[in-house]
T-cell receptor, first 113, second 111 residues
Framework: KAGVTQTPRYLIKTRGQQVTLSCSPI?????VSWYQQTPGQGLQFLFE???????NKGNFPGRFSGRQFSNSRSEMNVSTLELGDSALYLC????????????FGPGTRLTVT | TQLLEQSPQFLSIQEGENLTVYCNSS?????LQWYRQEPGEGPVLLVT?????EVKKLKRLTFQFGDARKDSSLHITAAQPGDTGLYLC???????????FGAGTRLTVKP
């Protein structure tokens, strides 16, 4: 089975712009979660989507949004980028079952200048 | 304040030594996972523990879930340079579909 894929792997944007990141989960996984990872804050939960619905949301401003399509692929959007949004954005998928076993993609490294 | 506290934050040891990494919380978790992450890559799942008191072994790695399901430990025997990485614990908040991560332990094993 192919793993979780994320595109693009690297991205450089200017403050004030917006960005869209994409995630394709493992086949059969209907849950997709997004995380932001920075050296100072570690891994922070952004949101989780399941069957095209946002099921859970972390403590991030409304500039961070996402969606999930019928094939479980997910996108994350950040509007009005700030310097502090520079981070590794990770997507993880899982198959509903016992134990919250998530499988992560390689991440998208976003740099905001 | 992190919901999951990992200790130590940094650990540098020689090849062949043993080590233990801890993950503690005041919250109860439905399940707890350990991941290893290398620079520039996503975390890789090592193990999931579900039952209080559970012990799982993966070759030289031993994982334990506390009886009260609030804490966990990872013990590595005879560490090797290939064990170098960031070790993260993550807990599933009971009945909440919410996953929280610890800040991680950065392990360096010197040859």
């Amino acid at each position: 089975k192919a793993g979780v894929t994320q595109t693009p792997r690297y991205l450089i944007k200017t403050r004030g712009q917006q960005v869209t990141l994409s995630c394709s989960p493992i086949s059969g996984h209907r849950s997709v979660s997004w995380y932001q990872q920075t050296p100072g804050q570690g891994l922070q939960f952004l949101f989780e989507y399941f069957s095209e619905t946002q099921r859970n949301k972390g403590n991030f401003p409304g500039r961070f949004s996402g969606r999930q399509f019928s094939n479980s692929r997910s996108e994350m959007n950040v509007s009005t980028l700030e310097l502090g949004d520079s981070a590794l954005y990770l997507c993880a998928s899982r198959f509903e079952g016992v134990g919250y076993e998530q499988y992560f993609g390689p991440g998208t490294r976003l740099t905001v200048t | 304040t992190q919901l999951l506290e990992q200790s130590p934050q940094f650990l540098s040891i020689q090849e062949g030594e043993n080590l233990t990494v801890y993950c503690n919380s005041s919250s109860v978790f439905s399940s707890l996972q350990w991941y290893r992450q290398e620079p520039g890559e996503g975390p890789v799942l090592l193990v999931t523990v579900v039952t209080g008191g559970e012990v799982k072994k993966l070759k030289r790695l031993t994982f334990q879930f506390g009886d009260a399901r609030k804490d966990s430990s990872l013990h590595i025997t005879a560490a090797q340079p290939g064990d170098t990485g960031l070790y993260l614990c993550a807990g599933e908040i009971s009945n909440n579909n919410d996953m929280r991560f610890g800040a991680g332990t950065r392990l360096t094993v010197k040859p």
